[in-house]
């Protein structure tokens, strides 16, 4: 079973919607939780961390964490063709970070 | 500031040979991470260095895979008799606080 698991895509939103991306993970010892964004041919890029129960907000950005249930979720408000890209959930476990597979978006103009 | 560096940026290698692959991590952060991303899957943990601790090496695939850090600075991954199921990007990460991990660009290793 993947630890940290991710709807694979491609999601795909119009320009100015609300784009919803959403990773569950099975190790309960997981403590943070971080998603990166990932253009074509490019290396991750953080953009949200979250630590505790709740949402966070970030911009146009909100992670929300939900321990009892394993899920966190990622909103990106009024979306735009620049975020289209690979985004990639991530929890810690001791010191490193298990990866999910990606949610490929799409935002179309 | 400047970020996470990598070299070389593109290796292409013969199987069997050796490769040494170099991470620059951002200045002051103590903690260095390496993983691997083959073509169109997710990372994969290999190695991590916290300070002056052990290293944790439990991502590493095989006896061919090791890495050194000198200090709190430069890390070289070192992958021997490369095969072809070696090919992939390399990525180094570092952190200042064990949490948030900055990525570098990479290294693409193609094993031919």
């Known amino acids: 079973q993947k630890e940290v698991e991710q709807n694979s895509g491609p999601l795909s939103v119009p320009e100015g919607a609300i784009a919803s991306l959403n990773c569950t993970y099975s190790d309960r010892v997981s403590q943070s939780f971080f998603w990166y964004r990932q253009y074509s041919g490019k290396s991750p890029e953080l953009i949200m961390s979250i630590y505790s129960n709740g949402d966070k907000e970030d911009g146009r950005f909100t992670a929300q964490l939900n321990k009892a249930s394993q899920y966190v979720s990622l909103l990106i408000r009024d979306s735009q063709p620049s975020d289209s890209a690979t985004y990639l959930c991530a929890s810690r476990v001791g010191g490193k970070l298990i990866f999910g597979q990606g949610t490929e978006l799409s935002v179309k103009p | 500031g400047a970020g996470v560096s990598q070299s070389p940026s593109n290796k292409v290698t013969e199987k069997g040979k050796d490769v040494e692959l170099r991470c620059d991590p951002i200045s002051g952060h103590t903690a260095l991470y390496w993983y691997r991303q083959r073509l169109g899957q997710g990372l994969e943990f290999l190695i991590y260095f916290q300070g002056n601790s052990a290293p944790d090496k439990s991502g590493l695939p095989s006896d061919r895979f090791s890495a050194e850090r000198t200090g709190e600075s430069v890390s070289t991954l070192t992958i021997q008799r490369t095969q072809q199921e070696d090919s992939a990007v390399y990525l180094c990460?570092?952190?200042?606080?064990?949490?948030?991990?900055?990525f570098g660009p990479g290294t693409r290793l193609t094993v031919t």
């Open positions: 990460a570092s952190s200042s606080s064990g949490e948030e991990q900055y």
